[in-house]
C-alpha cells in the first residue's frame, strides 16, 4: 500500500521533450514508474525515451488512459498545463517549477478544487513510493520501501528525513513534498488524511515551516483523529516575527512563530523535535 501513487499509476509528461524533463523521464522510468504518454505538440507521433508523445494532454488520456500527470514547463506556462490536465480528467498532478505566478497559483488553486483533484507543487521535488513510482526529482539511491510516511515543505530536509529513516530500518511508504513556494497546492491535513487510511503506514513524519497557516490546520486535524498513528514534526525555519507585518498576523490568528506552531502540534499529542538532528534518536525509540 501506498498514497497517491503505486506501480498501477499511469503517468504523462507533459513538455517531455525538454533537456531536463527528457534527463528526469529516463531516470523515473529506471526507478519503475509506469510512464505512458508524453504531451508536446512539436513532437507529436514520435516515440520519446520509449514513450509515445501526444498533441493534447486529452489525447494522451484517451489513448493510454493515464490517470496522472508530471509537469516539466516553465512557471509561466504552469497555469494552462494544469488547464489542460485538469479538462482531460487528470486527478494528481505533479508541478515541478519554480516562480509560478502567485495570481496563477490563486486561480489554479479553484481549478483544481472544481475539479476535485489533487496537486503537487508548485515548487517541489514531487512525490515517491519507494520501488514502485517517482512523479518528480527525487534522487533515484536514498529510498527504501518501507513503514514512515514523509510530508515536507523543505525539499532539502525531506532527504535528510529519507535519510534517517533508512538508518532506522523504517524506510518510507510515501514521500510527499508540498512544495516549497508560499501558496501549497495540498495541503498537509489532507496527507495526514491519507496517510491514516493507507495500511502501510506506521507512522508519519512532518516537516513545516515559518510562515502561512498549513501546520496550524494540520494540528487540528490530527487532534480530531481517534486512532493516531504517532506524527514526528519539525519546524524549519528563522524567527523574524518583527518584519512580518500585520497581515501575516491576521491570517495565522496571531500564531506566527516556529514556537507557536511546535505547541499547537504538543497540544495534540505529536512528538516534535527541537532540532533535526534529534530525529535519529527519536525513530529509534519509535521502532
Known sequence: MSILVDKNTRVLIQGITGLQASFHTKRIIAMGTNVVAGVSPHSAGEIHL??????????AVKRTKANASLLFVPAKNVKTA????????????????YGVPILDVLEIHQ????????????NTPGIITPCEACLGVFPENIHQKGS???????????????????????????????????????????????????????????????????????????????NKKPLIVYITGFENTDDMGYASDILTHGRVTIEDKKRIFKDVGA????????LHETLKHLK
Open 50 to 59: 520509449n514513450v509515445p508523445i501526444f498533441n493534447s494532454v486529452q489525447e
Open 82 to 97: 494544469i488547464k489542460e490536465a485538469l479538462e482531460a480528467g487528470i486527478k494528481l498532478i505533479v508541478s515541478i517549477a
Open 111 to 122: 481549478m483544481v478544487k472544481e475539479h476535485d483533484a489533487i496537486l503537487i507543487g508548485p
Open 148 to 226: 514512515l510516511g514523509i510530508i515536507s515543505r523543505s525539499s532539502t530536509l525531506t532527504y535528510e528525513a529519507v535519510l534517517e529513516t533508512n538508518r532506522a530500518g523504517l524506510g518510507q511508504s510515501t514521500v510527499v513534498g508540498i512544495g516549497d513556494d508560499m501558496i501549497a497546492g495540498c495541503h498537509f491535513d489532507k496527507m495526514l488524511e491519507l496517510f491514516h487510511k493507507d495500511a502501510q503506514t506506521k507512522a508519519i513524519i512532518l516537516i513545516g515551516a515559518l510562515g502561512g497557516a498549513y501546520e496550524e490546520k494540520a494540528a487540528a486535524y490530527y487532534g480530531t483523529i481517534k
Open 271 to 278: 512528538l516534535v523535535l527541537e532540532s533535526i538532528d534529534d
